[in-house]
């Protein structure tokens, strides 16, 4: 998508997304973005992200992803000066994370507003990688190798299908697949959030683990703990989930562009010190094979 119309284009939708969300879209903050990873954009999955909560305000997100496999998207980002170079290890675990396990694509985040936020990287669905064997990553937060106990008795530790990284925050996402059924269910979820020290789950985010294909938890460099846990469903009408969205959603919801035939959305509730807080990704341009990578499931 390096043609200038084609750019102009997205920048146009990004724009009139982020507008359904009284968010003013700085040109001076995307089009750089959009001009850097230009090329790639043709074939990428397009998404937009809305939240509530007090850590989401003022901004709108969109991600990238599908972008490929031989491609290194924080090197684009420090190469293009969307991001800050940094002595931290938050800047060299990407490095480290694509030399030496299988990463088969990769995404980008970034705000209207805030700029790049965070890279992707995506393990096959049919060999998800072991915490076992990323803890031994020099630059990946101990915090991780901390919990290992924690999300080996949940049986997820044998499961991580998607690693992300948050640059400003200085935070890692580790997204599990193939969760076992127990991790959805009421007493699961409860067990789970009670043992990483989080409080006890709304009926809304219980009602939704019904629905609910995907668990992540977000850890940083700067404390023990497990910071936040998030629990998520697909779904091609939010409306019909088992919970009540809330307004700010729901509006975008009605009124998201979106490219392509099907409509798909992600939703969900994430488990924070600070309490819930709902998100929504929808998805402006799809690819049927993302929901493959995101509903990967044995149950077992």
């Known amino acids: 998508m390096s043609n200038n119309h084609e750019l102009t284009g997205l920048y146009s939708v990004i724009e009139e997304s982020a507008r359904l969300v009284d968010v003013t879209c700085s040109r001076e903050t995307v089009w750089p973005i959009l001009t850097a990873y230009g090329d790639t954009l043709a074939q990428a999955v397009v998404a937009f992200r809305v939240a509530t909560g007090e850590r989401n305000d003022g901004d709108f997100d969109c991600r990238f992803t599908m972008l490929p496999m031989d491609m290194d998207p924080y090197a684009v980002a420090l190469e293009s ?27 980008i985040d970034f705000g209207v507003v805030g700029g790049f936020k965070k890279t992707w990287s995506f393990f096959p669905t049919d060999d998800l990688q072991s915490l076992s064997d ?109 919970v009540r969205i809330e307004p700010k959603i729901e509006h975008f919801v009605n009124e998201a562009p979106y490219s392509t035939d099907d409509r798909q959305f992600v939703y969900a509730i994430t488990s924070s010190p600070k309490g819930e807080y709902h998100k929504l990704q929808s998805y402006y341009k799809w690819q049927s094979r993302v929901e493959n990578i995101l509903l990967v499931s044995d149950n077992s």
Do not use: C
């Open 134 to 242: 990323l803890v031994r990553l020099e630059s990946l937060p101990p915090s991780v190798a901390g919990n290992l106990e924690f999300f080996t008795s949940y049986r997820l530790a044998d499961r991580v299908s998607l690693v992300g990284i948050d640059y400003p925050n200085r935070s890692v996402n580790l997204y599990f697949g193939a969760a076992p059924e127990e991790t959805f269910q009421a007493d699961g979820i409860r067990s789970i959030l009670r043992d990483a020290g989080l409080a006890e789950p709304s009926e809304r985010l219980l009602r939704l683990g019904e629905q609910a294909f995907g668990i992540y938890a977000t850890l940083t460099w700067d404390s023990p703990n497990v910071e936040r846990i998030t629990i998520a469903a697909m779904t091609p009408d939010p409306t019909t989930l088992p």
């Open 81 to 107: 000066g969307l991001s800050p170079k940094t002595d931290h290890p938050v800047g060299s675990l990407l490095g480290e994370l694509h030399r030496e396990f299988p990463v088969t694509s990769s995404g």
